[in-house]
């Protein structure tokens, strides 16, 4: 019956698909009035205007009067009720948040309805590294290996590693206590990872000559031979400043996360070449070390020449808030190509998924949404999400929509991710 | 210990300064309003009160809408400064907060909403603890809110007292719009994360109601003239009890919605509801109650208590005929306060539309708070509260230009 099942899905999927009338917002190039959008097989087979040729077998989707653009990009997200590393070390390197994530969660729901079709799922902020990172597709899954976004097949990575400074880390009776402990106890384990980086190396593909196997030294290595990106927690511009000398010394690739006071050191950041993935909050205050948080980091981040993506940190931003985010970065002077892209390709561009995602390309995943109206329009609602082909999100249908508004007992088997006082 | 010392010493100089700005405010008669004279020219001039004008036109003398039209109806006198903006609406009005009393820094020292040495403290003034210069309360003048109803926040059985103000002046007295306008009371679970008693919801229902039965006692030595002795937690709840005051009750599940009505009914006091995250699974009940609303912050994150959260609340509140505001509410994290204009927002574009959710943020909070004589729309002998736009209020990509509390210029949107 499952064959019979998976061979009857797989004849839909072959079966192109056409989405006509729409405006496409393809973020590579213009908007396209009275666009044509093509998928097959969970790919986009071709965008273009009016004139695009549309197979005669294709079924026909009007969408006349809507806005289509890519699925959008959460470059941080607490989703899927996983964990991280526990307090007997500040430093996890070794552990995966993969392995504890609920693909049933109900906050998977959630997030197809605020328009989001990749996510970079994180461990929490509580420890200096908390864990690998894990990029996935909400899509309706039994695994979590169905919903990976693998970046490499060669390596089989699929995520990045969370790392964090500041105060959440510090510990007030325990290791670190201070930032510049926070720096040392990052400095000597990257330097334990090199070493065990040249022994691979000398060993020349020999099994003997290997040394013993150690997944904390596994995944810094892959870290250090950038197949792994870090994403570093941060806030204050001292802060934002230390992750990226740290990530200089060891030649890390670096996704600064929060950059509550991007907006001072914009400049260095761009230097750097580390990204920026930043978040719109609807006041400042609340937290210590992000006081001088203000939305105007987008603007500034994007005058500097920085890549900068706008991220939920769900539950902080709750998912369904993402185009939001980048509405308010455009109130705050970005431009609005700019706020487009920080929903969408730049936060790609952090996940190494720029070649699958973050824009409606030929030959990328078929990943879109089709929106009421105005992308940055509060009046808009996204009213389908679509994943590789595949319809996940329909407003029309109560049962969706329920995810998009609230109700009674929705969310009942979902335990939601707390920060407490360490996001 | 040296901490606790510095607090007093500051609450004590804070004290003294109220009282000299007090003095001198007497002496020279003059407190926040102006007398200047100001024309604001809107293309879309939003009354609330009444239809909107286009082209339209309001005159503001002596802290006081003057006039308002149409641009065929008023004359603007030549010596009044003009100011011209694409949208104009009243002030907008911020029906549960607890900034002045909370600060942005989150530190124990501006943290002030909620005392833990005792679940039932009705005595409590907001007036004693409102900080007019916290940065928040500028922070939200500069989102168009111009008046907060704030005070002590949910999570006592009785917290204390709310109070309303402008989000200008410099001082609690300067700023003050009604000092005692309501007494917070909790009801769920939230008590229990912050006293060791009462520690489960029927405990703490059973603490209130002993509290009310003393209090009624005390109210009818009261009112017959028998002698007793001053005690400031009977005499707030005497006040409720007599309905000089309301109770602004927190509840969020429907059944301690229910719990609310029922304690409600028993001693017949007046009574706003708050939060009310599952008012739309009791919608019946709470319009036989004759109990208006003040909806929790539409953009809550849906955990806990308010897991159940609706966006489409106010508009199911809307057709049941239940009067309702919208509120900033409480938040003891990121970010530290929400801001009513955005959560109204989200009301606006989940079914309530723009005329209903912006007649909750203006008219509908000022009627529910008893202050529509004042504020919540612009009609003639009105508090001059105005806020200036760039576009449509609710849009996320619409700025603020200006905006006017008592005629005066508080923010002209750099």
Do not use: C
């Amino acid at each position: 019956m499952m064959v019979l099942i998976g061979s009857l899905l797989a004849f839909s999927q072959s079966t192109p698909q056409a989405f006509t009338g729409a405006t496409i917002i393809p973020i590579s190039g213009e908007p396209i009035n009275n666009g044509v959008l093509i998928v097959q097989d969970g790919e986009i087979v071709a965008v273009g205007d009016a004139d695009t040729d549309i197979p005669g077998n294709a079924d026909l989707h009007d969408v006349s009067g809507k806005v289509l653009m890519p699925g959008l990009v959460d470059t941080h997200s607490h989703v899927g009720e996983g964990d991280g590393g526990d307090y007997s070390s500040s430093l996890h390197p070794d552990v995966r948040i993969m392995d504890t994530i609920d693909p049933r969660s109900k906050e998977f729901r959630k997030v197809v309805s605020g328009g989001i079709t990749s996510v970079n799922i994180m461990p929490g902020s509580g420890l200096l590294m908390s864990g690998q990172t894990v990029y996935v597709k909400p899509k309706p899954a039994d695994t979590i290996e169905e919903m990976l976004i693998v970046v490499d097949e060669e390596t089989g990575v699929y995520g990045g590693l969370k790392m964090a400074n500041g105060t959440n880390p510090l510990r007030s009776n325990g290791s670190p206590g201070t930032r510049a402990k926070s720096a040392a106890m990052v400095r000597e384990l990257f330097i334990d990872a090199q070493e065990y980086q040249q022994k691979i190396e000398a060993a020349d593909g020999d099994p003997s000559e290997m040394p013993e196997r150690d997944l904390r030294m596994e995944t810094l290595v892959e870290v250090l031979e950038g197949k792994r990106i870090v994403h570093n927690h941060t806030h204050r511009h001292d802060d934002i400043l230390t992750a990226i000398r740290l990530a200089e010394e060891f030649g890390y690739r670096l996704v600064l996360q929060h950059v509550s006071e991007a907006h001072k050191v914009a400049d260095e950041i761009a230097e750097s070449g580390a990204h920026a993935s930043i978040i719109a909050i609807d006041s400042p205050g609340g937290k210590l070390e992000a006081i001088n948080m203000i939305n105007i980091n987008g603007r500034e981040l994007e005058d500097a020449g920085v890549n900068v993506a706008f991220h939920t940190d769900d539950p902080i931003v709750d998912s369904r808030f993402l185009l939001r985010s980048a509405a308010l970065g455009v109130r705050n002077g970005m431009s609005r190509k700019a706020a487009l892209e920080s929903v969408t390709i730049a936060g790609a561009r952090m996940m190494d998924i720029e070649d699958r995602v973050g824009s409606l390309e030929e030959g990328k995943d078929a990943d879109f949404i089709i929106l009421s109206g105005e992308p940055l329009s509060v009046y808009t609602h996204v009213e389908q999400t679509w994943i590789e082909g595949e319809k996940v999100y329909d407003r029309s249908n109560p049962e969706d929509r329920d995810y998009a508004t609230g109700g009674y007992e929705i969310f009942r088997s979902t335990n939601m991710h707390i920060h407490g006082e360490r996001h | 210990m040296m901490k606790l010392f510095d607090q007093n010493i500051m609450k004590i100089r804070n004290v003294l300064f109220g009282l000299i700005t007090v003095a001198l405010s007497a002496a020279s008669g003059f407190l926040t309003t102006t007398d200047a004279q100001i024309a604001v020219q809107g293309e879309t001039v939003y009354t609330v009160s009444g239809e909107a004008i286009q082209n339209g036109i309001v005159l503001i003398n002596n802290g006081v809408i003057e006039e308002v039209g149409s641009e065929d109806e008023v004359d603007i006198p030549s010596d009044y400064e003009r100011h011209e903006a694409a949208v104009v609406t009243p002030g907008l009005i911020d029906a549960r907060t607890v900034v002045g009393l909370a600060g942005y820094y989150n530190q124990d020292h501006d943290q002030d909403q909620l005392e833990t040495s005792n679940a039932v403290q009705p005595e409590l003034r907001a007036i004693d603890a409102f900080n007019a210069r916290e940065f928040l309360v500028n922070y939200l003048m500069e989102e168009g809110i111009t008046t907060i109803h704030t005070g002590h926040a949910p999570g006592a059985v009785i917290s204390g007292q709310t109070m309303i103000a402008k989000t200008s002046g410099e001082t609690v007295e300067e700023s003050l719009v009604d000092s005692t306008t309501t007494i917070a009371v909790t009801f769920g679970p939230s008590i229990d994360n912050n006293y060791d008693s009462p520690g489960t919801r029927a405990k703490a229902v059973a603490v209130l109601r002993q509290n009310l039965i003393e209090a009624r006692e005390y109210a009818d030595k009261r009112a017959a003239g028998e002698d007793q002795s001053r005690n400031l937690k009977m005499e707030a709840l005497a006040d409720l009890l007599d309905g000089k005051i309301r109770a602004l009750v927190s509840a969020h599940r429907a059944h301690d919605i229910m719990t609310a009505l029922r304690i409600q009914r028993e001693f017949d006091f007046p009574m706003i509801l708050e939060g009310a995250s599952e008012a739309y699974v009791v919608l019946d009940e709470i319009k036989e109650a004759d109990i208006p609303v003040v909806i929790h912050p539409l953009m809550t994150r849906p955990s806990g208590e308010r897991k159940n959260v609706d966006m489409e609340t106010p508009a199911k509140m809307k057709e049941a005929g239940i009067p309702f505001a919208f509120q900033s509410g409480y938040e003891s994290y990121v970010p530290k306060t929400r801001v009513a204009r955005f959560e109204a927002a989200i009301a606006a574009a989940n079914e309530l539309g723009f005329e209903s959710a912006l007649h909750a943020l203006t008219l509908g909070a000022a009627e529910i708070l008893g202050i529509d004589d004042r504020v919540g729309s612009i009609e003639e002998g009105k508090d001059a509260d105005i806020v200036l736009y760039d576009g449509d209020p609710f849009e996320y990509v619409t700025h603020i230009e200006g905006v006017i509390i008592n005629g005066e210029i508080v923010y002209d949107g750099e």
